[in-house]
């Protein structure tokens, strides 16, 4: 009779839509109140609300198992609250540690605390591993120092909406949602970028929270961990005999603070491309990017490259030093080409006169004429004086 029991209330909780029931003292105008309460067997939220500011709240979250009309509390979350916003919305985001959890209903119940006093709390009903199965699937979830994307499939035409969550400890720094997504019979995969900075090697939770409105609201949540890393990625370069220039492009939300390294070799003659020893290393800071960002940095040799071969050697350094990409390429100097080239564009600008600053070459006619000039001008001041 038990038996039948408990399948007759699953079967119900299955049929309907798991709910959330605001169970706060009555006959109490309280200041701050839970406002929102969600829970599946592997994480919840809590949204809370405070017309004045708080100091010193908890919040008391339990899991309990209803199993066989008989409750049993899996688990237990303690968040303290620290200072409390007056005016703001303010979300908590915790994860159940329950291993080989079985079918049944469950119950999540949150309390929001003023010491031991119970100031707002509330119930979340929900059942687990139920017959009734919801439209959309996860198939896969990917956080990372870029965004979050999630691939979905449908098991018939849905609308929907997601909410994208990026959560360090319980807090949720960041969020956003798209609405009245579609799905009709294809899988598909759905993107946001995390429109905040991250911590470089700092661990974070990626979340999606996703409701759907047909035949009855409902919900579905799945999390992944990622640690943010800085990265960034080279894309474009240029060398001559008298310097080179790299274009960085961010890939992170971790501001990209690394440097970028050119070291020019010397090819040794008829030994393939062995080199013959560092010749010239420039090392320089890249500007500061976050994602989609680019910058070019540009750098000069010392001096011009002789004629020969060189090997060119790019290396682009993160945060902490490492090597994240390194680019080679080679640098083909002629410097007789170069200087004739230079000499015959001088003279088609008109800023060259043939003969003229030329140190080895014969003196120009204007050179000669006022040499002669100034012999002249002597032997007629000689001719005066006697």
């Known amino acids: ?23 706060s003292p009555s006959g109490e105008n309280n200041t701050v109140h839970i406002t929102e309460l969600y829970s599946d067997i592997e994480s919840f939220d809590v949204t809370l609300y405070s017309t004045q500011p708080e100091e010193n709240l908890s919040l008391e979250v339990l899991l309990v198992s209803s199993e066989r009309m008989r409750e049993r ?143 009855q609201r409902e919900f579905i949540s799945s999390s992944e961990r990622f640690t943010a890393r800085d990265d960034a990625e080279i894309t474009d370069i240029y060398e001559d005999e008298t310097g080179a220039s790299a274009t960085v492009f961010g890939r992170s939300q971790v501001p990209f603070k690394g440097n970028l390294v050119f070291s020019v070799y010397g090819l040794a003659e008829n030994s393939g491309d062995r080199t013959s020893g560092l010749i010239e290393s420039i090392r320089t800071r890249v500007p500061v990017l976050l994602n989609n960002d680019d910058e070019t940095v540009e750098v000069a040799w010392s001096k011009r490259l002789p004629e020969g071969v060189y090997r060119l050697e790019i290396e682009l350094l993160g945060n902490d030093g490492d090597i994240i990409e390194r680019r080679e390429t080679i640098i083909e100097s002629d410097l007789s080409t170069v200087s004739n080239v230079s000499q015959i564009n001088d003279t088609d600008n008109g800023t060259v006169t043939p003969g003229e600053n030329d140190e080895d070459g014969i003196p120009g006619f204007p050179s000669v004429a006022g040499i002669i000039g100034l012999i002249l001008v002597s032997v007629f001041l000689r001719k005066t004086r006697r």
């Open 1 to 23: 009779m038990k038996a039948v029991l408990f399948l007759f209330v699953l079967s119900i909780l299955s049929a309907i839509p798991a709910f959330a029931a605001d169970v």
């Open 73 to 215: 509390t899996l688990d237990r979350q303690v968040l303290l609250l620290g200072s409390f916003p007056a005016g703001v919305e303010v979300r908590k985001v915790g994860f159940w540690s329950v291993s080989n959890p079985e079918r049944g209903a469950y119950i999540a119940r949150a309390r929001l605390l003023d010491g031991r006093q119970v100031v707002s709390e509330m119930e979340y009903n929900f059942a687990y591993g139920s017959i009734s199965a919801s439209r959309l699937k996860v198939n896969d979830l990917v956080p990372n120092s870029q965004g979050i994307s999630v691939a979905l499939s449908p098991k018939e035409a849905s609308l929907f909406d997601i909410e994208y969550m990026l959560i360090s400890g319980s807090n949720v720094v960041y969020s956003t949602k798209s609405e009245k997504l579609s799905l009709t019979s294809a899988p598909d995969v759905f993107s946001a970028p995390w429109g905040t900075l991250l911590e470089n090697n700092k661990e974070y939770v990626g979340r999606v929270k996703i409701q759907t409105y047909s035949p």
